[in-house]
């Protein structure tokens, strides 16, 4: 098992898609947390590292968010809300505002309540103003090559001069194999959440924080993963390979 290290040496297990498609669906329709929750948790932590990032002064930073239709995106679009309340300088692009999912829909209307700017997937592709953009597009459920509005986003954040983060996998990804298909956001961060996926090791010029979502270890027992809690002090945690380097 591919094991990743927390600054103070706790051992962290890298899994699969599949290993975490059978945690999510453990803690959806058993034990919980629901989905819901997660996603809000999620977009959380996801606000509180672009703070930690940006430094101070944050809010007079301009951040763009790319955000999906599905589970993802719902963290993204909760991240932009909670930047907006406040007092962030944040744009939100989505891919495709009509498909979005159920969760991520409730997502998007409370962020519509706020102060934080909405603009159009076509649109943002001639902005080069941001000094950071978040690829909030995929996360670990890619299937196949990245193509459309999703590409071009991908493309354009990649050709701009602005730092950036992945939420959970840098979308076009493969989140189990690390393969790339195509056109793939090139993240300076990843926040990766509930633990970090094994593609993650090919890329290893993006430093790798690990998001705690809610779920408790008796899920992950549940799914035959026995570790210790990394989140000692708190929700965030950067995680390392080599552990006598950092320990």
């Known amino acids: 098992m591919e094991i990743y290290f927390t600054e103070s040496g706790i051992k962290v297990p890298a899994i699969t ?6 945690i999510d669906d453990i803690a959806i329709n ?3 947390p629901n989905i819901y929750q997660m996603m809000e948790n999620a977009g ?3 606000a509180d590292f672009v703070k930690f990032t940006l430094g101070r002064n944050w809010q007079d930073i301009p951040v763009l968010i790319m955000a999906g239709k599905g589970g993802n ?5 909760c991240a932009a809300r909670h930047l907006a309340n406040h007092g962030g300088d944040i744009s939100l692009c989505l891919s495709d505002e009509h498909s979005l999912s159920e969760p991520s829909a409730l997502q998007y209307m409370v962020y519509r309540t706020t102060q934080g700017k909405i603009v159009k997937g076509l649109d943002v592709l001639h902005d080069t103003h941001y000094k950071l ?8 459920s890619l299937n196949k090559p990245v193509t459309g509005i999703i590409k071009k986003l991908i493309d354009y954040g ?12 840098p ?8 393969d790339k298909s195509g056109s793939y956001f090139k993240a300076d961060k990843v926040l990766t959440l509930a633990l970090p996926k094994t593609g993650l090791s090919v890329r290893d010029s993006s430093e790798i924080f690990l998001a705690d979502i809610g779920i408790p270890l008796s899920v992950y027992r549940e799914a035959g993963l026995v570790f210790t809690a990394p989140f000692e002090d708190s929700y965030i945690q950067k995680l390392f390979k080599d552990r006598e380097k950092y320990i």
């Open 73 to 77: 995106g719902g963290g993204g679009i």
């Open 30 to 32: 058993r034990l919980g």
């Open 158 to 169: 990649n050709s701009s001069t602005a730092e950036t983060i992945s939420l959970d996998v």
């Open 133 to 140: 953009i978040i690829d909030a597009l995929i996360g670990y």
């Open 171 to 178: 979308s076009g990804v493969n989140a189990s194999s690390g």
């Open 17 to 22: 898609a599949e290993k975490m498609r059978e």
């Open 44 to 46: 959380r932590n996801l």
